[in-house]
C-alpha cells in the first residue's frame, strides 16, 4: 500500500483557474516537502513544512500556497494557473526536518494547464 | 549554472552489460543520494552516500567529496534496471531540500 498518497493522479486545468493537490503520509513523518518536475528543469525543491509549520519556501510566486489542516497532510492550492505551471508535482515526507537519508516521495500529480 | 550534472544523458545497454552513471557538482558537498524514477512514476531511494564507497547487490556508489562527483554503478543489468536515475545533493542547511541533476534514461534492451 501507498504510504504517500498524492490525488489526484491526473489534473487538467485551464489558465486562470485555481487547483489544490492532495497529500497524505501515513508513515508517522513530522516533515512534508513539495517538489516539482517539469519538462524542461530538473525536479526542484518548492517547500518544507516541520510539524506544520513552514520551514523554507523556495517558490518565487505566491500563487502557490500550501496547507496543511493535519501533521499528516500538506495540500498545495496554485492559483491564477498558467501553462508554465504545468509539471508532475510530488509530495515527499521525512522523519524529521533535514533528514534526507528517508525521504519517501509520493506518485505525484500531474498537472496540465491549457 | 546548473549545480548538479548528470552524465549521460541517455544510455542505452544490452542486457547483461554494466552501466556507470557519473553525477558531479558544481558547490561543495554535503549530502547526495541516488534516486530510481520509474517512466511516469515516483522515486525511490537508491542510495544515500554522503561518501565513500556503498553496494548493495549489483549497485555500487561511490562518491568522492574533495572531487565533487559521485558514481552508481550497475553490473550486469537487467531489463527491469530501465528507468531514470537521479543524483541529487542535500544542501547544508536543510538536508530535505535536494538539489537534482537532470537524470539519466537507462534502456536496457534484451
Known amino acids: 500500500d501507498p504510504k504517500i498518497i498524492q490525488k489526484p493522479k491526473y489534473l487538467v486545468a485551464v489558465t486562470g483557474s485555481e487547483k489544490i493537490l492532495i497529500c497524505e503520509q501515513y508513515?508517522?513523518?513530522?516533515?512534508m516537502y513539495w517538489y516539482r518536475q517539469s519538462a524542461k528543469k530538473p525536479l526542484e525543491f518548492m517547500f518544507s513544512?516541520?510539524?506544520?509549520?513552514?520551514?523554507d519556501n523556495q517558490t518565487a510566486s505566491s500563487r502557490f500556497q500550501p496547507q496543511s489542516s493535519k501533521k499528516n497532510h500538506l495540500d498545495l492550492q496554485i492559483t491564477a494557473l498558467k501553462p508554465d505551471d504545468s509539471a508532475t508535482y510530488f509530495c515527499?515526507?521525512?522523519?524529521?526536518?533535514?533528514?534526507?537519508?528517508?525521504?519517501?516521495f509520493g506518485s505525484g500529480t500531474r498537472l496540465t494547464v491549457l | 549554472g546548473q549545480q548538479v550534472q548528470q552524465s549521460p544523458t541517455s544510455l542505452v545497454l544490452q542486457e547483461g552489460e554494466n552501466a556507470e552513471l557519473q553525477c558531479n557538482f558544481s558547490?561543495?558537498?554535503?549530502?547526495m543520494q541516488w534516486f530510481y524514477q520509474r517512466p511516469g512514476g515516483s522515486l525511490i531511494s537508491v542510495f544515500y552516500?554522503?561518501?565513500g564507497t556503498k553496494q548493495s547487490g549489483r549497485l555500487t556508489s561511490t562518491t568522492v567529496i574533495k572531487e565533487r562527483r559521485s558514481s552508481l554503478h550497475i553490473s550486469s543489468s537487467q531489463i527491469t534496471d530501465s528507468g531514470t536515475y537521479l543524483c541529487?545533493?542535500?544542501?547544508?542547511?536543510?538536508?530535505?531540500?535536494?538539489?537534482f541533476g537532470q537524470g539519466t534514461k537507462l534502456s536496457i534492451k534484451p
Open positions: 508513515l508517522g513523518h513530522n516533515a
Open positions: 541529487a545533493m542535500g544542501m547544508n542547511y536543510n538536508q530535505g531540500k535536494l538539489i
Open positions: 515527499a515526507s521525512s522523519p524529521d526536518w533535514g533528514d534526507a537519508e528517508t525521504l519517501y
Open positions: 513544512y516541520s510539524y506544520q509549520k513552514l520551514m
Open positions: 558547490t561543495s558537498l554535503n549530502s
Open positions: 552516500n554522503p561518501s
